[in-house]
């Protein structure tokens, strides 16, 4: 069972930056494409970036221009670089693989952006 380790959340000021990681325990991100999601408290848990295996990455309207998703296949890590951050993006962070998710679910990191 490949498991999932979402890293580098925290509380940080609007307009602040952070770098989220996720880890794979085995190798998959050369075969899967990979999505950051997101679940704030009492909503659905929402897509937020996408990258397909050949590196192509897509992102929801309300992140576009601010977060910026890669992938080192060679250390089995999705990365989420978000920049600009504002209130709405407070939530708890996820990564799996896209569009189907085949993976159980990590323990995802939290984002908290607050003055």
């Known amino acids: 069972q490949v498991q999932l380790v979402e890293s580098g959340g925290g509380l940080v000021q609007p307009g602040g930056s952070l770098r989220l990681s996720c880890a794979a325990s085995?190798?998959?991100?050369?075969?899967?494409?990979m999505g950051w999601y997101r679940q704030a408290p009492g909503k659905q848990r929402e897509l937020v970036a996408t990258i397909n295996s050949g590196g192509g990455t897509n992102y929801a309207d309300s992140v576009k221009g601010r977060f910026t998703i890669s992938r080192d296949n060679a250390k089995n890590t999705v990365y989420l670089q978000m920049n600009s951050l504002e209130p709405e993006d407070t939530a708890v962070y996820y990564c799996?693989?896209?569009?189907?998710?085949?993976?159980?679910w990590g323990q995802g990191t939290q984002v908290t952006v607050s003055s």
């Open positions: 085995r190798y998959i991100f050369s075969i899967y494409a």
């Open positions: 799996n693989t896209y569009p189907h998710v085949y993976l159980a």
